[in-house]
């Protein structure tokens, strides 16, 4: 294990402050928040982060508050994924959210790993975790060789010519389409933004991954409450049944009436794109009609538009639309 | 510099010279130099960790050790096996304050003041297990054969005791989605199901 020093603050201000004096301009030098720690051990471990100081926020306070109201519900940012998703209001009111936590990763690693942390974990890009070859996301101007080499698991949406590394993860997938918020503190003060906004698309520039200044903190994650007729589900599909990333998955909310018109639809899928990837035209292309097996099948044909297929990734394409339009089907219970 | 950090510079040195593309003078893919960061002063901390009901005071620990190399290495606990050390593969799964975790993943100066529970502690409360004195589920396995070289067998064990005591037992299929972290080479699945399902029902029906 890389050598590093080690400091627990006790405040969101403490923390802050350490930060800013262990230097952003220090590429993986710089210090990191270190929360349940389960990928910044094995970035450690692969020297693909080499902090030399790691800050402890697990003692800040109030960051593992779960909150319910009527108009909303919080999960404090050092919410464990296991604890989010076994909470009884995450259970009956935002499914998809749990279901996408429950399909991740192991019960072990969901004890220790934080939901803040969980949203700014970085891909696994095979090149990227490797610190010996060049990535344009671990380093800057070294090249890309997963276009044209081993590409199989990368992504087929959001890609440029510089990076085609796929947001490997689950949950934010989920509150993509439950419309959650996220709470963000740093030297600057406090702001809140739409989890979309998060994660950037690699473009020219695919070591920015987020929109956080340096320094900052997420704090918590922003629940609006949830209406009437909405039903939510997440499908992911994985190399086995468990334990593993996607290849492909979705995210499903769907406001649907009592004759099973869609009022309202949301769709996010995982494992295909650079970021947490909404599809805005199979959303369209559900609304307004009577859900049935046909019109899933119709609006998921529309789930790879616009796709840029790798040499060896191009398997995504179909296996998107089946994912999505069987998503459809389980959440509107017709599969 | 030790040996692990030996062989990781000389690896990547190694992989660098391969790269069919990479000549004298192109930019470094490995940054930063791992000698450059060796020069670098490890900080250590005395601090002290409850293990199976005792406390144990360490010794100056290099802040960067895991909970796992610190039961091993330090602590000569060796029960808990060191599979990837990389989260992948359950051989190091301890309890944390009643709860499974891997301990390779773990930082061993973030846990002052938690209950830790190792193999060796399972058997009796004051961490002296002894063949007489065996868990239910260190005897399931036993008598269930599910194991046959043994080194994922103590992860399997502390993963599957949390298991049942969270409720996930209940059926063969929940036993295999929540005991999924838990590798085996060795494919003893079937009979480790066996083994948790036997004594989740026993603790059902107690
Ligand atoms: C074996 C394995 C399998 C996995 N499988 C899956 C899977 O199937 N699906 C999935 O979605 N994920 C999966 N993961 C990823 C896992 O969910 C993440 O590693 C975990 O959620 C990260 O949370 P953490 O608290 O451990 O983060 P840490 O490792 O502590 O931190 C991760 C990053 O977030 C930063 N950070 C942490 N908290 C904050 C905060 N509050 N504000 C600002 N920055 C912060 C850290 O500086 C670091 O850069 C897997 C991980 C492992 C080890
Ligand atoms: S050694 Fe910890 S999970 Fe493999
Ligand atoms: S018994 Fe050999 S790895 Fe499981």
């Known amino acids: ?335 | 510099m030790n040996r692990r950090n030996f062989l990781a510079t000389a690896l990547a040195a190694g992989s660098a010279m391969l790269t069919p593309e990479s000549s004298a003078g192109e930019m470094s893919h490995f940054e930063p130099p791992t000698a450059a960061r060796e020069a670098d002063a490890v900080q250590t901390m005395t601090f002290a960790l409850t293990i199976n009901g005792a406390e144990h005071q360490l010794p100056e620990t290099p802040v960067n050790t895991t909970l796992l190399d610190c039961l091993r290495d330090s602590l000569h606990l060796t029960g808990t096996k060191k599979g990837c050390g990389l989260g992948q593969c359950g051989a190091c799964t301890v309890l944390v304050d009643g709860r499974r975790v891997k301990s390779c993943l773990c930082l061993a100066v973030m846990q002052q003041g938690k209950q830790i529970t190792t193999i060796e502690g399972l058997g009796r409360p004051e961490g002296l297990g002894t063949p007489e004195e065996l868990h239910p589920l260190q005897a399931a396995f036993i008598e269930h054969d599910a194991f046959q070289c043994g080194y994922c067998t103590s992860g399997q064990i502390m993963s599957g005791v949390a298991c049942i005591h969270e409720g996930h037992a209940g059926s063969d299929d929940e036993v295999r989605e929540w005991m999924s972290g838990n590798l085996c080479r060795c494919g003893a699945y079937t009979n480790i199901v066996a083994a948790v399902r036997e004594v989740a029902r026993r603790s059902a029906s107690a």
């Open chain 1, 1 to 335: 294990m890389i050598p590093f020093s080690y400091s627990k603050p006790q405040s969101l201000s403490q923390a802050v402050a350490s930060h800013a004096g262990h230097g952003s301009d220090r590429g993986s030098w710089a210090a990191d928040y270190f929360a349940g720690g389960t990928d910044m051990m094995q970035l450690m471990h692969d020297r693909v982060r080499n902090p030399e100081r790691i800050i402890d926020i697990t003692a800040l306070p109030g960051l593992d508050r779960i909150q319910v109201d009527e108009q909303s519900m919080h999960l404090g940012a050092l919410v464990r994924m296991s604890d989010a998703a076994c909470h009884p209001h995450v259970v009956k009111n935002y499914r998809v959210v749990a279901e996408a936590l429950l399909a991740s990763a192991s019960p072990q690693v969901r004890n220790l790993a934080t939901l803040g942390g969980n949203l700014l974990q970085r891909t696994r890009c095979g090149y990227f975790r490797d610190a010996v070859l060049p990535c344009n996301k671990r380093l800057p101007g070294s090249g890309c060789p997963a276009v044209g080499g081993q590409n199989a698991g990368l992504a087929i949406l959001g890609t440029s010519e510089h990076c085609i590394a796929t947001y490997a993860g689950d949950f934010a997938n989920a509150l993509l389409v439950v419309d959650a918020k996220l709470h963000i503190a740093g030297a600057a003060g406090t702001r809140t933004i739409p989890v979309s906004d998060l994660h950037r698309r690699p473009g020219q520039t695919p070591h920015l991954e987020t929109q956080l200044h340096p320094g900052e903190l997420i704090v918590a994650i922003e629940f609006p409450a949830t209406t009437g007729g909405w039903r939510s589900h997440y499908l992911k599909v994985r190399e086995r049944t468990s334990f593993a990333f996607a290849l492909a998955s979705v995210a499903v909310a769907l406001d649907l009436a009592a004759d099973g018109t869609v009022q309202d639809a949301r769709i996010a899928v995982g494992g295909v794109a650079t970021t947490p990837w909404r599809l805005p035209l199979v959303e369209q292309a559900l609304r307004g009609r009577k859900l049935d097996a046909e019109l899933c099948r119709k609006a998921a044909s529309l789930a790879a538009t616009g796709a840029v297929p790798q040499t060896q990734n191009a398997f995504k394409v179909p296996l998107l639309q089946r994912v999505v339009a069987r998503g459809l089907e389980e959440t509107g219970g017709l599969a």
